[in-house]
């Protein structure tokens, strides 16, 4: 065999450990503060500023979790029913509308359509906390401050969003089942509805998604807009927790259940939609 022959197989091998290698590290950055985060939910305040995080002593998970619904008089759960209200259904209704408007840009014709998508397209480049000022002062305006309708109205838009539904309707929905539609009677919102919101399941779920996750995890808008606790999200109240931790210690080891819990349902949501959204990401990528 000549030499050529021999260093090609050594290349190949040399690059595939790289890659494992560079694999292996990423899996370890993303699952090792997951991993303290699940060791550190059930220990005790003394242990959590111990050296024997990893050792199964000093383990209190239950007794966490009774404080930390237990803690000013429930204040978590009231948070967490209002995040799963801001999120949930904040981000089925953009999704909704979000696909919706993708759908238009898609199929209709109007005037200065693709002007238009360019402005949706450079609002996906803003930053979300370079809006809060000017939502603020709209919201202000309204007298929607301090209400839940002044975090749950700005979230039901999403430029992004919009640009999916419009890279899915090209890629699920043919026009000549649209025109199909039409010559058998249907008209626009039947044909919309009926036949094409069900050949966009897929991309439906995929921007609800990515819905979720931002609005789960959106902070900086319920700070700027809230100042009642009782409408607070999960991430504004363990936040507030955390900076009292300083003064309290007993907030510390609420803190630290109360975000192992914040992520439960974006990992329950993303393993029982993962079927649509792997789906929804090939066609956006294939289209």
């Given at each position: 065999?000549s030499?050529?022959?021999t260093?090609l197989?050594?290349?190949?091998l040399l690059g595939r450990?790289?890659?494992n290698t560079?694999?292996a590290?990423?899996v370890?950055?993303?699952?090792l ?7 550190a939910?059930?220990?005790?305040r003394?242990?959590?500023?111990g050296?024997n995080?990893?050792?199964l ?9 009774h404080?930390?619904?237990?803690m000013d008089d429930?204040q978590?759960?009231?948070w967490y029913l209002n ?7 904040g981000a089925a ?11 238009a ?10 002007k238009?998508?360019?402005?949706v ?5 803003v930053p979300?906390?370079?809006?809060a000022l000017p939502l ?10 301090n209400t839940?309708?002044a ?5 039901l838009?999403?430029?992004f969003g919009v640009?999916?539904g419009r890279?899915?309707s090209q890629?699920?929905?043919p026009?000549?089942v ?6 058998d ?5 039947t044909?919309?509805v009926?036949?094409a919101?069900?050949?966009l399941?897929p991309g ?6 990515f819905?979720l996750?931002?609005i789960w995890?959106?902070?900086f808008?319920?700070?700027v ?15 507030t927790w955390?900076?009292s931790?300083?003064?309290s210690?007993?907030y510390y ?14 990992i329950l949501?993303?393993a029982?939609?993962?079927?649509f ?5 090939t066609?956006?990528a294939?289209k």
């Amino acid at each position: 065999m000549s030499a050529a022959g021999t260093t090609l197989p050594r290349h190949r091998l040399l690059g595939r450990a790289t890659v494992n290698t560079i694999v292996a590290l990423s899996v370890l950055y993303t699952l090792l503060p997951v991993l303290w985060l699940v060791l550190a939910a059930g220990k005790t305040r003394d242990a959590l500023f111990g050296s024997n995080l990893l050792s199964l002593k000093d383990f209190s998970f239950l007794t966490n979790l009774h404080d930390l619904f237990a803690m000013d008089d429930g204040q978590y759960g009231r948070w967490y029913l209002n995040s799963l209200l801001y999120a949930v259904v904040g981000a089925a209704l953009g999704a909704l509308i979000s696909v919706a408007c993708g759908y238009a840009f898609d199929k209709y014709r109007f005037r200065h359509k693709e002007k238009l998508f360019g402005l949706v397209l450079a609002a996906v480049m803003v930053p979300q906390t370079v809006l809060a000022l000017p939502l603020y002062l709209m919201a202000s305006g309204t007298g929607l401050v301090n209400t839940f309708w002044a975090v749950f109205i700005p979230v039901l838009f999403n430029p992004f969003g919009v640009y999916l539904g419009r890279i899915f309707s090209q890629g699920y929905v043919p026009d000549e089942v649209l025109e199909a539609a039409r010559m058998d009677g249907a008209g626009e919102l039947t044909t919309y509805v009926r036949v094409a919101l069900r050949m966009l399941g897929p991309g439906l779920v995929t921007v609800f998604l990515f819905q979720l996750t931002a609005i789960w995890n959106n902070f900086f808008l319920p700070m700027v807009m809230l100042s009642d606790q009782d409408l607070y999200p999960v991430s504004l109240g363990l936040y507030t927790w955390n900076s009292s931790a300083s003064v309290s210690p007993e907030y510390y080891p609420v803190v630290i259940m109360g975000s192992l819990l914040a992520v439960l349902p974006l990992i329950l949501a993303f393993a029982l939609l993962q079927r649509f959204w792997r789906s929804g990401l090939t066609a956006g990528a294939v289209k």
